[in-house]
Antibody, heavy 118, light 110 residues
Framework: EVQLVESGGGLVQPGGSLRLSCAAS????????MNWVRQAPGKGLEWVSY????????YYADSVKGRFTISRDNAKNSLYLQMNSLRAEDTAVYYC???????????WGRGTLVTVSS | QSVLTQPPSVSGAPGQRVTISCTGS?????????VHWYQQLPGTAPKLLIY???NRPSGVPDRFSGSKSGTSASLAITGLQVEDEADYHC??????????FGGGTKLTVL
């Protein structure tokens, strides 16, 4: 069974940093592209970042470009999101999501909540 | 402001048919990129419901179907059931090398 388990969320002050992790199991992690998608409280879904299987190709949403860094460790079956210069509008549940073959997302992790507040 | 436009809410009685629209532009749906749909039950993570415009993953009932035309797409749910009450999100890919979502539609089963 495919499992994606996020961790690392919490309360952080504006301007602070946080590193999210996603532990993958039940599939060959190194063969799949991965993404982070977030959902602000009571809002819709927002794609955050994409990383290719080897990590050589990376994309970011404009809202996080220059502040967030996606990475992966295929030996550890893990995906990461380093978030710097956090803002109140970054408050959201962050989901680790496996990419489908045709630009779709699935399966999804349960998510980890990031709250940016003073 | 989401790139794809969905109605905030729809409702229907058990057994009825409802549709949810998803409108994009010439840089995403109109550019030929597929539309995918996700179901998000209250308090849970989204789940892939329809992929590639009209394909259902294993385990999704055939009461759920998708279609796409031009710059828009639709999700149809027939034989509405109480357990279908959830948020539904459409998603596509954009020529700007980004993945885009709709704002989500809350389905209420009356």
């Amino acid at each position: 069974e495919v499992q994606l388990v996020e961790s690392g969320g919490g309360l952080v002050q504006p301007g602070g940093s946080l590193r999210l992790s996603c532990a993958a199991s039940g599939f060959t992690f190194s063969s799949y592209e991965m993404n982070w998608v977030r959902q602000a409280p009571g809002k819709g879904l927002e794609w955050v970042s994409y990383i290719s299987t080897s990590g050589s190709t990376i994309y970011y949403a404009d809202s996080v470009k220059g502040r967030f860094t996606i990475s992966r460790d295929n030996a550890k079956n893990s995906l990461y999101l380093q978030m710097n210069s956090l803002r109140a509008e970054d408050t959201a549940v962050y989901y680790c999501v496996r990419a489908g073959g045709g630009y779709w997302f699935g399966p999804w992790g349960r998510g980890t909540l990031v709250t940016v507040s003073s | 402001q989401s790139v794809l436009t969905q109605p905030p809410s729809v409702s229907g009685a058990p057994g009825q048919r409802v549709t949810i629209s998803c409108t994009g532009s010439s840089s995403n749906i109109g550019a030929g990129y597929d539309v995918h749909w996700y179901q998000q039950l209250p308090g849970t993570a989204p789940k892939l419901l329809i992929y590639g415009n009209n394909n259902r993953p294993s385990g999704v009932p055939d009461r759920f179907s998708g279609s796409k035309s031009g710059t828009s797409a639709s999700l149809a749910i027939t034989g509405l059931q109480v357990e279908d009450e959830a948020d539904y999100h459409c998603q596509s890919y954009d020529s700007s090398l980004t993945w885009v979502f709709g704002g989500g539609t809350k389905l209420t089963v009356l």
